[in-house]
């Protein structure tokens, strides 16, 4: 018998975290200097609440990934099995510019943020560690089964040709049934 390994970012719980722990995000953008504000843990404010460069921020407003498929294709996939949990999130352009400027990973316990390079190729991995990294199984890649590990998480993604967009973690096939890897 193979002894198993723990990384130090694997999750330890024996069941899944509850989806609602974290609370909603809502982002703002700066009309002048782009600067961004995430705000979590609070009803969606009003513009006037948050100022920057002497003028109210606006509030972005999340669109179904679908409906920018004219401009940006976007799609994801969880890899890494118990102990290097991530998630991958690819894009392809469209049209000729239409790249994302960053990308927030909404998870059980929080969020991360990266901004991308204008040089950056993709994909953009997302490195999970403890309970965000909650598996059921040790598949790489994951099957997209039933169980849907990552159901609750959202990425949201910015550009200036799409606006804000986001993407549900909630991939389902039937070809884990099959057992073809």
Same mark, same amino acid.
């Given at each position: 018998?193979?002894?198993? *390994? ?9 069941? +899944? ?9 809502? #982002? ?8 961004? =504000?995430?705000?979590? @843990? ?52 469209? *049209?000729? @510019?239409?790249? &994302? ?9 929080? @969020?991360?943020? +990266? ?7 993709? &994909?953009?991995? #997302? ?10 199984? /040790? ?7 039933? #169980?849907?590990?990552?159901?609750? =998480? ?8 799409? @606006?804000?967009?986001?993407? &549900?973690? /909630? ?9 073809? +890897?």
């Amino acid at each position: 018998m193979s002894e198993q *390994i723990f990384s130090a970012r694997r999750c330890r719980d024996t069941r +899944k975290p509850l989806a609602g722990q974290c609370p909603e995000v809502q #982002f703002y953008r700066c009309p002048e200097c782009r600067t961004l =504000f995430q705000i979590t @843990g609070r009803q969606a404010m009003g513009p006037q609440a948050i100022t920057c460069c002497g003028n109210q921020v606006q509030g972005l407003k999340a669109t179904p990934a679908e409906t920018v498929a004219d401009r940006l294709l976007l799609s994801y996939q969880i890899t890494g099995g118990y102990n290097d949990n991530a998630v991958r999130v690819s894009w392809q352009s469209v *049209i000729p @510019g239409c790249t &994302p400027e960053w990308m927030y990973l909404k998870t059980f316990t929080g @969020g991360y943020l +990266k901004y991308i390079a204008a040089a950056r190729q993709s &994909p953009l991995v #997302f490195a999970l560690a403890d309970t965000d990294a909650f598996a059921y199984c /040790d598949e790489d890649p994951c099957l997209e089964c039933v #169980f849907r590990c990552k159901r609750g =998480f959202i990425i949201y993604v910015y550009s200036a040709q799409t @606006g804000l967009v986001e993407i &549900p973690l /909630d991939k389902m096939t039937a070809h884990w049934q099959s057992g073809v +890897k």
